[in-house]
């Protein structure tokens, strides 16, 4: 083989495991923002139960109109939260990278090749069906994460409002008592 030929195989394979890193960074990318998302909900939940036990003592003192409405947008705002977070991890369908039965059977099939020159000329197209298959995994990959992301960051938003209308609430609840006590 030639200089032009190895230096063109190892080209080919360093571009093959760019792709494979690459493939690793967006599947660990792909787990953090589950984690991400399991952590919102988490949290929207142990409000979502703290509104409700502030529920039971506020039904007792005759709340106000705006501390109804602040109630009832605090609760819509962390279900909203949940179903983001949820939305953001339910099961998907994914363009997977190529599997070893895939290439096993290529490999298979150019080993079938007896004809040297023709050999030269499959293997190169054999890399670049590979680096095909991983460039679209790839891209797939990157574009499920994103809209992901996207749903995390847009319930970690709703969290965030809902968890200051509930301790604006709250904080009502605790200082307007206290300053009827006060005049």
Do not use: C
């Given at each position: ?47 979502l ?19 109804k409405?602040l ?104 200082v ?8």
């Amino acid at each position: 083989m030639n200089d032009r030929g190895s230096s063109r195989d190892r080209l080919l394979t360093d571009a093959l495991q760019s792709y494979r890193d690459e493939y690793r960074d967006l599947s660990d990318t792909w787990r953090h923002i589950d984690s991400k998302a399991q952590g919102t909900v988490a949290v929207a939940g142990i409000f979502l139960a703290a509104v409700f036990a502030f529920v039971r003592n506020l039904v007792t003192s005759a709340p106000g109109t705006s501390e109804k409405l602040l109630l009832v947008t605090g609760v819509l705002l962390l279900v909203a939260a949940v179903i983001l977070s949820v939305f953001a991890l339910r099961i998907r369908e994914v363009v997977g990278p190529p599997l070893g039965q895939q290439i096993d059977g290529q490999i298979r099939a150019l080993l079938q090749v007896t004809d040297t020159e023709e050999l030269d000329e499959r293997v190169p197209r054999f890399v670049g069906d590979q680096l095909t298959m991983w460039r679209n995994a790839n891209l797939h990959a990157h574009g499920v994460n994103k809209a992901k992301a996207d749903l995390v960051s847009w319930a970690q938003f709703v969290l965030l409002i809902a968890m200051v209308i509930v301790s604006v609430l709250v904080v009502l609840n605790i200082v307007t008592p206290m300053l009827t006590q006060v005049s």
